[in-house]
Structure formats: structure tokens, C-alpha cells
Nanobody, 124 residues
Framework: QVRLVESGGGLVQAGDSLRLSCAAS????????MGWFRQAPGKEREFVAA????????NYANSVSGRFTISRDNSRNTIYLQMNSLKPEDTAVYLC?????????????????WGQGTQVTVSS
């Protein structure tokens, strides 16, 4: 089983930036897509961004397109989420996940391993 550890969350003001990291325990992650999801209290899990195994194919939710950038470093078994121009509605626990294939799917059912999440809070 792959272990994922997220980091980089925190409390920021609207308009600020954060970079989240997710480190995986296995090199096999390099062959799979990876994604970021988020979940706010009382709400369903929401797709944020995903990246293919080579890193050239990406997928973003409309709500974050143009503000967030997903990337990966396969040599370090790590993915990142650069978040700019943060808004209060971005407040949530951010989770990273390993996909079942190489395609950057928006569907959480297409992901197998999940991290515990990191809290992002954006004040107004």
C-alpha cells in the first residue's frame, strides 16, 4: 500500500499564495496519474486538479483554472499544487491521491490511494 503525506497548508489571507506538496512512499507512483481533491465541512469531496504520469497532461476544475497549477517530480515521487490568488471559498482540507491509471481523471473513483489531507484556510 502506498503512503501519501501532504504538507504546505496553513492560514493565509485572500489573494495570497500557497504551495502544497504530496510525497509518495513508492516509485511505482511514477507510472500513475495523481490528483488533488478538497473537502469543506458539510460538503462533498470536490475535484481540484490532476496530472498524468508524464506530467504533460493536466486537468483542472473550472473554479481553480488559471489560479492553480499542478506539477510532479517523478524522481522524488512528489506532486505539487501551486495555489495563487486564493479566495475564502478555497478553504478546505486538501487531499492528494494516486490514480488507477495514467490518465488525469476528475472522478474520485478512479483513484486508489489517498493521503490524510492538509488544511488550507483563507481569510477574507
Amino acid at each position: 500500500q502506498v503512503r501519501l503525506v501532504e504538507s504546505g497548508g496553513g492560514l493565509v489571507q485572500a489573494g495570497d499564495s500557497l504551495r502544497l506538496s504530496c510525497a509518495a512512499s513508492s516509485r511505482t507512483v511514477s507510472n500513475n496519474a495523481m490528483g488533488w481533491f478538497r473537502q469543506a465541512p458539510g460538503k462533498e469531496r470536490e475535484f481540484v486538479a490532476a496530472i498524468g504520469w508524464k506530467g504533460s497532461s493536466t486537468n483542472y476544475a473550472n473554479s481553480v483554472s488559471g489560479r492553480f497549477t499542478i506539477s510532479r517530480d517523478n524522481s522524488r515521487n512528489t506532486i505539487y499544487l501551486q495555489m495563487n490568488s486564493l479566495k475564502p471559498e478555497d478553504t478546505a482540507v486538501y487531499l492528494c491521491a494516486v490514480g488507477l491509471s495514467s490518465s488525469p481523471s476528475t472522478d474520485p473513483s478512479r483513484y486508489r490511494y489517498w493521503g490524510q489531507g492538509t488544511q488550507v484556510t483563507v481569510s477574507s
